[in-house]
């Protein structure tokens, strides 16, 4: 059975740092593209990053280019997301999810885009 499991998120200060991790299991993560997504109160769930399953691509959102970086350790079944330079509007629930469709090279940053998902971790930006 396929899981994904967000761990990592909490309260941090404006410019601070969070490393969110993706723990997968019930199935091989070297066929899967994974994607971060996040959801705000009261606002549509958006694509945050998303790396291929061999690691060699990956893609960001405008507004997390040059703060945020995705990586993966397929040996360890998890897949990362650095954060730094948080802002207060990078407060949101942050899912992952997996999908074994992309070619590998690819990924993407539409919910539609993946067919598995974790249950989601809450990140808060506030002084």
């Known amino acids: 059975q396929l899981q994904l499991v967000e761990f990592g998120g909490g309260l941090v200060q404006p410019g601070g740092s969070l490393r969110l991790s993706c723990a997968t299991s019930?199935?091989?993560?070297?066929?899967?593209?994974i994607g971060w997504f996040r959801q705000a109160p009261g606002k549509v769930r958006e694509g945050v990053s998303c790396i291929s399953r061999n690691g060699l691509s990956t893609n960001y959102a405008d507004s997390v280019k040059g703060r945020f970086t995705i990586s993966r350790d397929n040996a360890k079944n998890t897949v990362y997301l650095q954060m730094n330079s948080l802002k207060p509007e990078d407060t949101a629930i942050y899912y992952c999810a997996a999908d074994s469709r992309f070619a590998p090279l690819g990924c993407g940053l539409r919910t539609t885009d993946f067919g598995s998902w974790g249950q989601g971790t809450q990140v808060t930006v506030s002084s």
């Open positions: 019930g199935f091989t993560l070297d066929y899967y593209a």
